[in-house]
T-cell receptor, first 112, second 115 residues
Framework: QKEVEQNSGPLSVPEGAIASLNCTYS??????FFWYRQYSGKSPELIMS????GDKEDGRFTAQLNKASQYVSLLIRDSQPSDSATYLC????????????FGAGTRLFVKA | GAVVSQHPSWVICKSGTSVKIECRSL??????MFWYRQFPKQSLMLMAT?????????EQGVEKDKFLINHASLTLSTLTVTSAHPEDSSFYIC???????????FGSGTQLSVL
């Protein structure tokens, strides 16, 4: 069974620090990787997508992908209290049809 | 980004009744939509894939006769929870892939509470 694994946390960082969120996936053939942010009681919101090895930066967010290690990470620089949420790692099922498999999520707390 | 509208946002119903949840893509056409269920502090679990013009595809363990899905048009999919019971209480979320790619845009979710 294809799986996406995340540390559930909570991960607590002080305001202004770098938050590092990690994810591993089981399907070596996966091609598309995503990070979603979910606030409590709300639906997920896409914040990053990455498709090739290396780093991808978007503002304070950097996604990192290492297909050889089947590892995806998300770095949040200058963390703000408003970043406190659950971050879901997601991998597209490579069998097609856009079926996305989600990790259980990592809860992040940014302390003011 | 794309907008997916879902309603109602929350519903409370008695055990044994049926509840319909609507999911609409507001500014794009969605031949495929996905329905997820999320229990507290757990991840999203895909229930079924809704296909416009054809039958939905259900994930293993999801009762298709209990969770009826109708994809009536390119912008509307509905999920009906039939004969709801307290164990069906959950957060139900729809999503649609946008612009032919794999990025998912989610509806705002429906919190269902069955008494």
């Amino acid at each position: 069974q294809k799986e996406v694994e995340q540390n559930s946390g909570p991960l607590s960082v002080p305001e202004g620090a770098i938050a590092s969120l990690n994810c591993t996936y089981s399907d070596r053939g996966s091609q598309s990787f995503f990070w979603y942010r979910q606030y409590s009681g709300k639906s997920p919101e896409l914040i990053m997508s990455i498709y090739s090895n290396g780093d991808k930066e978007d503002g304070r967010f950097t996604a990192q992908l290492n297909k050889a290690s089947q590892y995806v990470s998300l770095l949040i620089r200058d963390s703000q209290p408003s970043d406190s949420a659950t971050y879901l790692c997601a991998v597209n099922d490579n069998t097609g049809g856009f079926k996305t498999i989600f990790g259980a999520g990592t809860r992040l707390f940014v302390k003011a | 980004g794309a907008v997916v509208s879902q309603h109602p946002s929350w519903v409370i119903c008695k055990s044994g009744t049926s509840v319909k949840i609507e999911c609409r893509s507001l500014d794009f056409q969605a031949t495929t939509m996905f329905w997820y269920r999320q229990f507290p502090k757990q991840s999203l679990m895909l229930m079924a894939t809704s296909n416009e013009g054809s039958k939905a595809t259900y994930e293993q363990g999801v009762e298709k006769d209990k969770f009826l899905i109708n994809h009536a048009s390119l912008t509307l999919s509905t999920l009906t929870v039939t004969s709801a019971h307290p164990e069906d209480s959950s957060f139900y979320i729809c999503s649609a892939p946008w612009d032919g790619n794999e990025k998912l845009f989610f509806g705002s979710g429906t919190q269902l509470s069955v008494l």
